[in-house]
């Protein structure tokens, strides 16, 4: 085991939440660093102050965190992190905290993340669709025309088409809450791929 992870996986970190301006040179700078090739879309959809002392200068304010301590993040990542600063996001007026911000700027490491777990959900609904197929080819063959003779001579027969259909029927509403949240993750990386923070979004009610 990584000797830092085991130093600090006992104590909890400090983080801070910080926040500056894009109205003021420090913050549009870091915006810009962090935003990279999104960064004249994003500066377009915020826009500019149109009156007052900030009048024509750009609105927004960016946010980020910044780990004081090392240590084991218990109501974040939980997982060990390190000093430095992190997961930058962008709102569009003052007042909005860290996790309602509309923008991220860390793309690269949530469009992992929501990749995988896209592929997590993908590989569990192709597994649980295979193993319902199999259970209605073999249901649709034992209770076909020419098996009649051989089921009524089978005493466990109602049982195992009784079985077998909650099986299927389970199967199915799975399948169908499994390719809901295949869908709501394609909108979250859509979301991503535009900046947006895909966490605001809301799944349809169904």
């Given at each position: ?76 990542s ?83 088409v009784?079985?077998t ?42």
């Amino acid at each position: 085991m990584n000797k830092s992870f085991q130093q600090n996986a006992g104590r909890g970190c400090v983080k801070q939440k910080l926040s500056a301006s894009l109205a003021e040179d420090f913050g549009l700078e870091l915006f810009k660093k962090k935003a990279g090739s999104h960064a004249e879309r994003i500066l377009a959809e915020l826009g500019t102050y149109s009156r007052g002392k900030r009048k024509g200068k750009q609105k927004g304010f960016i946010h980020w965190v910044k780990v004081v301590e090392g240590g084991f993040d218990y109501y974040g990542s939980r997982t060990v992190v390190y000093r430095g600063s992190s997961d930058y996001r962008v709102a569009k007026e003052f007042g909005y905290t860290h996790e309602d911000c509309e923008f991220v700027l860390n793309f690269d490491h949530q469009h992992n993340v929501l990749v995988d777990a896209l592929k997590g959900l993908q590989e569990k609904h192709d597994e649980l669709d295979a193993e319902t197929s199999k259970a209605k080819g073999l249901l649709d063959r034992y209770t076909a025309e020419e098996n009649a003779e051989k089921r009524s001579a089978d005493s466990f027969g109602d049982v195992y088409v009784t079985i077998t259909k909650e099986l299927i029927e389970s199967n199915t509403a799975k399948l169908q809450k499994l390719q809901e949240r295949i869908t709501f993750t394609v909108a979250q990386i859509d979301a991503l791929d535009k900046g947006l923070n895909p966490a605001l979004l809301v799944p349809d009610a169904q």
